[in-house]
T-cell receptor, first 114, second 112 residues
Framework: AQSVSQHNHHVILSEAASLELGCNYS??????LFWYVQYPGQHLQLLLK??????LVKGIKGFEAEFIKSKFSFNLRKPSVQWSDTAEYFC????????????FGAGTRLFVKA | SAVISQKPSRDICQRGTSLTIQCQVD?????MFWYRQQPGQSLTLIAT?????????ESGFVIDKFPISRPNLTFSTLTVSNMSPEDSSIYLC?????????FGQGTRLTVV
């Protein structure tokens, strides 16, 4: 079965620190990849997505992610975090099987100290 | 983008009772999805709600416990039946446009 693994469950950073959240998936076929963010008390929203083309994708709020097919990875990065980035981040995979089911990782809870 | 409305936003229920959660989307969609997000955990897909046919349940979820209705292309309900404290969770309705998933605010259910 397809699965998504996120390497860190909790991350604590100071403002202006760099962020990298790891994500690996297990599926041998074509996939669409996503990072979702859930700010405290809010619903899930899309941060960025990869379908095809340039493996380095840029999302909202200065986030970017790199798809490395050989490593089945889709790590999220931000050069300089802000207090407002405190949230939970979910990596997700949609295997291109036509079922449009989205499979989520366990999530990484990020806390940014002001 | 999509606008998804869920009702109720939260509820506290007695064990043994049932709760029906409603989900309304602002455009016609073929498939809607129901997820559960237990405390401190990720989203787990419960089932895919297809208009005009029975819902497709994921491993570990059964129709008797989580009956789903899908009367038209913009609406679906999920019922959590015979509730126990283990059912305390956030239940989320979702739909996809292309392969991007959009989510409602969720229903926070507490079973006492």
């Amino acid at each position: 079965a397809q699965s998504v693994s996120q390497h860190n469950h909790h991350v604590i950073l100071s403002e202006a620190a760099s962020l990298e959240l790891g994500c690996n998936y297990s599926y041998g076929g074509t996939v669409n990849l996503f990072w979702y963010v859930q700010y405290p008390g809010q619903h899930l929203q899309l941060l960025l997505k990869y379908f095809s083309g340039d493996p380095l994708v840029k999302g909202i709020k200065g986030f970017e992610a790199e798809f490395i097919k050989s490593k089945f990875s889709f790590n999220l990065r931000k050069p300089s975090v802000q207090w407002s980035d405190t949230a939970e981040y979910f990596c997700a995979v949609n295997p291109y099987t036509g079922g449009f089911k989205t499979i989520f990782g366990a999530g990484t809870r990020l806390f940014v100290k002001a | 983008s999509a606008v998804i409305s869920q009702k109720p936003s939260r509820d506290i229920c007695q064990r043994g009772t049932s709760l029906t959660i409603q989900c309304q989307v602002d455009s016609q969609v073929t498939m809607m999805f129901w997820y559960r997000q237990q405390p401190g955990q990720s989203l787990t897909l419960i089932a895919t709600a297809n208009q005009g046919s029975e819902a497709t349940y994921e491993s570990g979820f059964v129709i008797d416990k989580f009956p789903i209705s899908r009367p038209n292309l913009t609406f679906s309900t999920l019922t959590v039946s015979n509730m126990s404290p283990e059912d305390s969770s956030i239940y989320l309705c979702s739909e996809t446009q292309g392969t991007e998933a959009f989510f409602g605010q969720g229903t926070r259910l507490t079973v006492v």
